[in-house]
């Protein structure tokens, strides 16, 4: 029996009521009482008929409920109910460890109005503890409707019960925890027996098939490994998950002598005794006529006279290194004419090991491809953000299967000023780190473009994050490589900032191809960047370009899974795609599926992804710009330039926040920058405000205090816009803020 141990034998009550082990006593004690029940009964029976009284009762005491395990006369609970814990005097005799006797109720003042006395009509009460282990568990007790003196040979009488019923109750626990230790040590021998069932599995493990293009190719080779190892006329392999014949996958494999059956193809409908074999997962060897007075035979059916003639019958079952099944391999009529024997048995079990281990590690390969799949379709835009500047369609296309799914990704990303980020990149490697690699980086790039650095600065940081989580993984470990640091070496990124009001684009490269600019007239050339070192290299730094970028060009951002294939080298898929954009096409929709129909055949072998962008100049009249005198006197006209702007443009209803934000960015300007300075006003999706000055000092967003003469500027900017924010240049920096356009103003023209 478990022991318990009381810590302080000179505690107050609550304190011996709460006490853990006293707790756990009392639930050892309840868990036994279908053991412990008929002791209980007879005891409460036995101390009513010795002590003469009409009511007897055993309780126990939890911490704030006691628990009714006999009780004798019909005022008392009965067994299995819950009381208060101050029903009666439970509570009191366990709490003091001692018994309690009460002549007559009605004259002890502190007891008298106990609950229980209306309830029983109590008028004398002799209660005695329950000892486990020392531990005052609950009470035995004797109670009477009249008053009378208990004597000591009634006390001791009751007291001498309490120990009978204990110590039987203590034999019950004993045995109970006999039982459990049997139960532990059964369920232990069942999980070791696993374990080395498991041990086993990874001994066959070694034997694995190590390559299987699908399920389909492994399966036939099994098929026909099976019959040419043991020398059979015909063999069978059957695949099913959970036993769902409805979707078994068969292979079938004859000799010469059954060639008229060759284009036989009946599938299992999952009756018959091969079910046994896969329902019970073990082999089974049987002479024809034991085959067919089995009780499971089922025949062939309907297929009798197409189904290949049995000539006896040997399957063995598939089973995973987890024991389910997988299916069987069945043969049938031994080239030799004689029967199947333990040998032949014993060869097919080998062999269905393997197969086992080559089906399983197939299933395990596309189910991981389908998990990459889904966590990388996760990752990646589920629908490109409208933007005024650009138009934009994509497609992204996985590697097949057996390939595995790569680290492609694309984005387009709005910036300030009306500017749009256009981004892609290709990780190296396949499978899920590779795409959990690559929705790392995406958030890095969405990261870094919202403090708005130039392109080259962006691929920089982008390579420093790189080189850090290589050198935090341990660039020597191998496993490293596999689990996500260095994952990211090695990755090509192409970032490319187009600005509507310009015109123009700024472009940097990491390693990545070149895109590609379709003019109005219909050619279609490589863009000229600077080509950077893939990202984690080091060594060299980035470089941007700018172009100008026509009205009505396209632009083409792609990765090397759409270019260069087993079948066209990578200049032949480059000139490949540059004929396609160049294709009349009546939107960029449709031109990315045309482009991918000319390049891509059959599924690709690594991933293809490809972002085709046609960015729009935003029109003149809708930017205005001023040069800033670094006087005071210039904030007052640069609020009426504001609202004489606003009012043209049709937007006098956010004319007063607009210039009280225009107040604030100059005069923050004039104070703290270096001139020259510039005011700009963009009427786009929202109405963009930028002060531009050539210090290269950010402001920083602070809360003034109570006397403080300034610093509260920054704060009234960021209160009234719908957001602001600072972006540097190679000299000087913008301040620029948004504000919503008024909820029934007019929207800019698309182009």
Known sequence: MAEFHRTDTSASPAMVLCDPARLAAVDAVR???????????????????????????????????????????????????????????????????????????????RRRANIAIAATGMRAYLGVPLLLEELPIGVLCVIDTTPRPWNAEQKHALEQLSASVMSETRLRLDAAERDRLYAQTAAAAVVERRRSQQLQDLARASLRINTAPSLDYALQTVTEEARALVGAHQSITSMTMNLHWAQAINAVSLSDKYAEYRSFDAPPVGEGVYVLVCRENRPMRMTQDQLEAHPAWRGFGPYAKEHP???????????????????????????????????????????????????????????????????????????????????????????????????????????????????????????????????????????????????????????????????????????????????????????????????????????????????????????????????????????????????????????????????????????????????????LETLCDDALRALLSEPPADDAALLLVRPHRLDKARVATWDIAAEPAEVARARARIAQRLAAWGLDEIGFVTELVVSELITNAIRYGLPPLQLRLIYDRTVICEVSDTSSTAPHLRRAAVFDEGGRGLMLVAQLSQRWGTRHARQGKTIWCEQALPAAGPLPDQP
């Open 309 to 587: 003639p049995l000539r006896g019958w040997l399957a063995v079952p598939l089973i995973t290194s987890d024991g389910r099944n997988l299916g069987l391999i069945q043969l049938s009529d031994k080239e030799d004419g004689g029967e199947f024997t333990a040998d032949d048995e014993a060869i097919l079990v080998q062999l269905a090991q393997l197969a086992s281990a080559s089906i399983e590690k197939a299933a395990v390969l596309e189910s991981q491809y389908e998990i990459a799949r889904t966590l990388q379709s996760s990752l990646l835009p589920q629908q490109l953000p409208e933007h005024s500047a650009v138009s934009a369609a994509s497609r992204y296309l996985p590697a097949t299967p057996r390939a595995g799914v790569g680290g492609d990704w694309f984005d387009v990303i709005g910036l300030s000023g009306a500017r749009v980020a256009l981004v892609v990149g290709d990780v190296v490697g396949h499978g899920i780190h590779a795409a959990a690699t690559m929705g790392r980086l995406r958030t890095a790039v969405r990261t870094l473009a919202d403090v708005d650095p130039t392109p080259e600065e962006l691929l920089t940081r982008l390579d420093d994050l790189v080189s850090r989580l290589s050198a935090e993984s341990g660039a020597d470990d191998a496993t490293a490589l596999v689990h996500g640091g260095d994952a990211a070496l090695g990755t090509t990124c192409l970032y490319a900032v187009y600005d509507p009001v310009a015109g123009r684009c700024a472009l940097a490269c990491a390693g990545h191809p070149a895109p590609i600019m379709v003019t109005p007239d219909g050619s279609a050339g490589f863009l000229d960047l600077p080509v950077g070192p893939p990202l984690g290299v080091g060594g060299v730094p980035f470089e941007s370009a700018e172009v100008e970028v026509p009205e009505g060009s396209l632009l083409a951002f792609y990765t090397d899974g759409l270019v260069e294939s087993r079948k066209q080298d990578l200049n032949a898929g480059l000139e490949e795609l540059r004929r396609a954009l160049t294709e009349p096409c009546d939107s």
């Open 31 to 109: 868990a036994v009482d279908e053991l412990a029940g008929e002791a209980f009964a007879r005891s409460t029976s036995l101390a009513a008929r010795l002590l003469d009284t009409s009511m007897a009762l055993i309780s126990l005491a939890g911490a704030h409920r006691q628990f009714i395990r006999s009780g004798t006369g019909t005022a008392v609970p009965r067994h299995g109910e819950q009381e208060r814990l101050d029903w009666g005097f439970c509570s009191e005799v366990v709490a003091s460890g001692r018994p309690l006797v009460i002549d007559d109720v009605r004259d002890d003042s």
